[in-house]
């Protein structure tokens, strides 16, 4: 059996297709998108429960050196509220969301099966950029455990960066 990590999932489920690799780890909609091509099946699901370790860990993050943030605070404060208005979109109005990514980086993606892993990812995806400060600590927790190691940012300097909290501000004042 060949397990291997290999970046970005497209690459994957080639390897999948023309039989290098039998087991990936594979984030939504990649796991669809192979269950629909008859490449592989979901068989672990570490967003609806399959793993109850992990649940409600923050998963994807974005990482900036204090001056980058300094420097560049207001652009990341528009990205961290784009991130918002996603996430927003996805819970709310999965089918746009589908369309939107359709028109975008998955245009080859069929539409339909982006709206059934936009449904499916909805599990996974916050309401709200902000994190509270025991969020953060069982990030840096679990994650510190996955990787066995102990990360040199403890959740007070994380949080103190405030960006979460800048975005929502700034969401609430541009809708």
Same mark, same amino acid.
């Given at each position: 059996?060949?397990?291997?990590?290999?970046?970005?999932?497209?690459?994957?489920?080639? #390897?999948?297709?023309?039989? @290098?690799? /039998?087991?990936?780890?594979?984030?939504?909609?990649?796991?669809?998108?192979?269950?629909?091509?008859?490449? $592989?099946?979901?068989?672990?699901?570490?967003?609806?429960?399959? =793993?109850?370790?992990?649940? $409600?860990?923050?998963?994807? #993050?974005?990482?900036?050196?204090?001056?980058?943030?300094?420097?560049? @605070?207001?652009?990341?404060? @528009?990205?961290?509220?784009?991130? $918002?208005? #996603?996430?927003?979109?996805?819970?709310?109005?999965?089918?746009?969301?589908?369309?939107?990514?359709?028109?975008?980086?998955?245009?080859?993606?069929?539409?339909?099966?982006?709206?059934? #892993?936009?449904?499916?990812?909805?599990? =996974?995806?916050?309401?709200?950029?902000?994190?509270?400060?025991?969020?953060?600590?069982?990030?840096? /927790?679990?994650? $510190?455990?996955?990787?066995?190691? @102990?990360?040199?940012?403890?959740?007070?300097?994380?949080? /103190?960066?405030?960006?979460?909290?800048?975005? /929502?501000?700034?969401?609430?004042?541009?809708?």
């Amino acid at each position: 059996m060949n397990i291997a990590p290999i970046w970005p999932p497209s690459a994957q489920l080639t #390897a999948m297709q023309l039989g @290098r690799m /039998d087991v990936g780890t594979i984030a939504v909609p990649g796991a669809q998108i192979a269950e629909s091509k008859g490449v $592989g099946s979901l068989f672990i699901d570490t967003i609806h429960g399959d =793993a109850p370790e992990l649940d $409600g860990v923050l998963y994807t #993050a974005y990482v900036a050196t204090p001056a980058v943030i300094e420097k560049k @605070r207001e652009a990341l404060v @528009r990205f961290d509220a784009a991130l $918002g208005m #996603a996430n927003h979109l996805i819970h709310a109005d999965p089918a746009k969301a589908a369309k939107l990514a359709h028109q975008g980086a998955f245009s080859e993606t069929d539409v339909a099966l982006l709206e059934r #892993a936009i449904k499916f990812l909805a599990a =996974a995806v916050p309401t709200k950029m902000e994190m509270t400060h025991a969020d953060m600590q069982r990030a840096i /927790d679990v994650w $510190g455990e996955v990787y066995h190691k @102990r990360f040199s940012v403890t959740a007070d300097q994380a949080m /103190d960066f405030g960006i979460g909290r800048d975005a /929502d501000t700034y969401l609430a004042k541009h809708k």
